[in-house]
C-alpha cells in the first residue's frame, strides 16, 4: 500500500485524532475553517448579487406586462386567457428548468474540480508534503471570492474612463449636428499618423441596442473599431445617436428621420473629403445602413457599404426564431417592452430587450453560469484585467431605451422575413426596399460574420447572398470580437489585414482607396485628351461569397491592390501595404 492509500485510509477510519497531530497543522487547519467559513458568507453574497441583477428588468417587464394585459383580459373570453395564460406559465416553467439544468452542470464542473485540488491540499497537510496546504489552498480560495465579488464590481465602475467615446477629450471633433445625431470625426489615438485629407472617408453608424461605446472599446489598450480605421489616416466618423431621454425628436424619431439626418452627414463628408464614402454598420447598425441605402435617398453619397454582425434577415437566426415560436402568440408582441415617458411619449425599454436576448441563451447566459465564469476567470492569476471590466461595463451599465418606430423595423425584421423576390418586410419614404438594388448600382459590399455568433448568426447576416454578389469575411469567435479582439493591430486577424481566405473591413477601405486612387490618373488623361496607359493592377481573385460549412481555410489567396513604396508616413497619397500573415 502506498504512503497516500495509507493516509487516505486513516482519515476514513478515523485513527488519526488531534493528539497526533503537530501544532503547526492544526494551525493550519483552523486556519482554513476560518477562510472557508469567510468565503462562503462571500459566495452566498455574490450568488444572490448575480441573481438579482440578472431578474432586474424582470420588474420592468412585469409593470409592462400589466399595463397591456388589463385591456386584453376584458377583449377574450374567460376560456382563451385561461388558454393563453396556461400556455405562458408552461412557457415559463421550460425556461427555469433549462437555466436551472444548465447552472447545476455549472456548479458540479467547477466544484468537481476544486474536490481534487481539496484532496491533494489535504494530503499535504497530513503529511507534510510539498506543495499547497489546506491552509494556503482555503486562503487563495477566500481571497478569489472576494475578489469576484467584492473587488470585480467595483472594477467594472472604475474602467469607465477608459472604456468607451470621452469626447471632450480631444480625440475627436463634432462636425456636423441634427436635432436626433452628433456627427464626430475619430482622431487617430496614434499621435504620429495624420488623416489624409484627399483619402476615402469612412461614416460608421453603431446599433441602437448595443450602444456606440463598444466601438471604442478601450482606445488606450488598442482595441477600438473606430480607431482601428483612423489610425491607418482614414478620415474616420461615427455618427452618434443624443440622449434619448432629453431630446424628444430621439424619442419620436422614425426610420426616415435616420436617413434624412444620414444623408446630410454624407454630404458634409464627400464634400470636404472630395470622394464618395464608405458607409460602415454594426449590428443593428448594419441593418440601417442598408435599409438607408435601398431607399434611394443616399444615391451619389455612397459608393460601398460595410455590414458586421448585421441582422439583415432577422427570421433566419434559427436560435431567436426557435425561441419566439414557443412564446404563445397572444405574448409575442411589442407592447410589452413600450414604457411611457413623463412627456408621454412611447419609447422601448433597452433593458427589456437585452434581457430577452438572455432568457433565449440561459444555457450560456444565467447568472448562475456568469458566477462561476467569472471564478474561472480569475482562478489562476487572481488578477483582474481590463478587457473583462470593459465588456462588464458594457453589459451592465450601457443601455438605454429606444426609439419606438425604430425598434418596430427591427422587429418586423425579426418576424417577417424577407420575400422571395429580395424585398425587405419594411419600407422607407412609402418605397420597397429590395436587395436587388446594391447590385443595380453596382455598390461594393463587404459582409463581415463571426462564426460562433449566436446573437446574430450567420445565415441571418449572409442573407443578401441570394440575391446579391458581395465579399463576405468570417472571423473567429463570437459577436463583439471584431470591435473587441479582433481590433486590436498585433492580432492574428486584425481588422487591418489579410487573412487565411478573407481580408478585414480596414483592409477593404484602404484597398478600395488605393483602386481609387489608381483610377484617378486615367479618368484626368481621358478629360484632357492625353493616352496615358494605367498602371499596372494586380487582380485579387474573386471573394468568396459564401462560407463553408465544414472547409478549413487555406492561406490568404486575396492579393490587395498595389501601394506605392516610399511614401512619406502621413502624406495625403500614402496607403500602408498589407499585413499578411
Not at 130 to 150: P, S, W, Y
Request: charged residues 25%.
Amino acid at each position: 500500500m502506498s504512503e497516500s492509500e495509507a493516509t487516505t485510509q486513516s482519515l476514513c477510519e478515523g485513527t488519526t485524532g488531534p493528539s497526533e497531530l503537530t501544532l503547526e497543522t492544526q494551525a493550519k487547519i483552523i486556519s482554513a475553517g476560518i477562510d472557508q467559513a469567510r468565503m462562503m458568507q462571500t459566495y452566498w453574497v455574490g450568488m444572490c448579487r448575480y441573481i438579482l441583477d440578472f431578474m432586474e428588468p424582470s420588474l420592468s417587464a412585469m409593470e409592462s406586462f400589466r399595463a397591456v394585459e388589463q385591456d386584453r383580459l376584458k377583449e377574450n373570453s374567460p376560456e382563451e386567457n385561461l388558454g393563453d395564460y396556461t400556455a405562458l406559465w408552461e412557457f415559463n416553467l421550460r425556461l427555469a428548468e433549462k437555466g436551472f439544468a444548465h447552472g447545476m452542470k455549472a456548479i458540479n464542473d467547477y466544484h468537481a474540480h476544486q474536490l481534487d485540488q481539496v484532496y491533494r491540499a489535504w494530503l499535504n497537510t497530513l503529511d507534510h508534503h510539498k506543495g499547497e496546504d489546506i491552509a494556503t489552498f482555503m486562503a487563495r480560495q477566500a481571497r478569489l471570492m472576494n475578489l469576484v465579488v467584492h473587488e470585480y464590481p467595483q472594477a467594472i465602475r472604475n474602467i469607465e474612463s477608459e472604456y468607451g467615446f470621452h469626447f471632450d477629450d480631444g480625440n475627436y471633433i463634432k462636425t456636423a449636428e441634427t436635432e436626433r445625431f452628433c456627427l464626430y470625426q475619430v482622431l487617430p489615438w496614434d499621435k504620429s499618423v495624420k488623416v489624409r485629407k484627399k483619402g476615402k472617408p469612412i461614416v460608421i453608424i453603431p446599433p441602437y441596442v448595443l450602444g456606440a461605446n463598444i466601438l471604442a472599446f478601450l482606445p488606450g489598450e488598442g482595441k477600438s473599431f473606430v480607431h482601428c480605421f483612423a489610425n491607418q489616416g482614414i478620415p474616420t466618423y461615427i455618427r452618434i445617436v443624443k440622449d434619448i431621454y432629453t431630446n424628444p425628436a430621439v424619442q419620436q424619431m422614425t426610420g426616415e428621420d435616420d436617413c434624412r439626418d444620414t444623408k446630410l452627414f454624407l454630404k458634409k463628408v464627400k464634400a470636404a473629403h472630395g470622394r464618395p464614402v464608405t458607409l460602415c454598420g454594426y449590428c443593428q447598425g448594419g441593418f440601417t445602413v442598408t435599409v438607408n441605402y435601398l431607399s434611394g435617398e443616399l444615391d451619389g453619397l455612397v459608393d460601398a457599404l460595410i455590414t458586421s454582425v448585421a441582422p439583415l434577415d432577422g427570421t433566419r437566426s434559427k436560435s431567436l426564431s426557435d425561441f419566439l415560436a414557443q412564446i404563445p402568440k397572444r405574448f409575442e408582441d411589442i407592447g410589452f417592452a413600450i414604457k411611457t415617458l413623463p412627456n408621454g411619449n412611447r419609447v422601448v425599454n433597452g433593458k427589456l430587450m437585452s434581457w430577452v436576448y438572455k432568457l433565449k441563451s440561459l444555457e450560456k447566459d444565467n447568472p448562475i453560469i456568469a458566477f462561476y465564469r467569472d471564478l474561472k476567470l480569475f482562478e489562476r492569476n487572481l488578477k483582474i484585467n481590463k478587457t473583462a471590466a470593459a465588456i462588464n461595463y458594457w453589459l451592465l451599465y450601457d443601455q438605454s431605451d429606444l426609439p419606438l418606430e425604430i425598434c418596430k423595423m427591427s422587429f418586423d425584421s425579426y418576424t417577417i422575413p424577407v420575400a422571395k423576390d429580395g424585398t425587405l418586410p419594411v419600407s422607407l419614404f412609402g418605397r420597397p426596399l429590395n436587395f436587388k438594388r446594391i447590385k443595380e448600382q453596382g455598390i461594393k459590399w463587404l459582409i463581415c460574420v463571426a462564426e460562433k455568433d449566436d446573437l446574430v448568426e450567420k445565415e441571418s447576416a449572409l442573407a443578401p447572398l441570394d440575391w446579391v454578389e458581395a465579399e463576405v469575411t468570417v472571423f473567429p469567435k463570437g459577436h463583439v470580437a471584431i470591435a473587441t479582439s479582433w481590433s486590436l493591430p498585433t492580432t492574428e486577424c486584425s481588422l487591418d489585414r489579410c487573412f487565411l481566405d478573407y481580408r478585414g473591413p480596414v483592409r477593404f477601405q484602404l484597398d478600395l482607396e488605393a483602386e481609387s486612387d489608381q483610377a484617378r490618373p486615367v479618368a484626368a488623361s481621358k478629360t484632357e485628351g492625353t493616352k496615358i496607359q494605367p498602371p499596372m493592377v494586380i487582380k485579387a481573385e474573386p471573394a468568396r461569397t459564401q462560407p463553408a460549412a465544414t472547409e478549413t481555410p487555406k492561406e490568404a489567396k486575396t492579393q490587395p491592390a498595389p501601394i506605392k513604396d516610399g511614401q512619406d508616413k502621413g502624406q495625403p497619397s500614402d496607403v500602408p501595404k498589407p499585413e499578411g500573415r
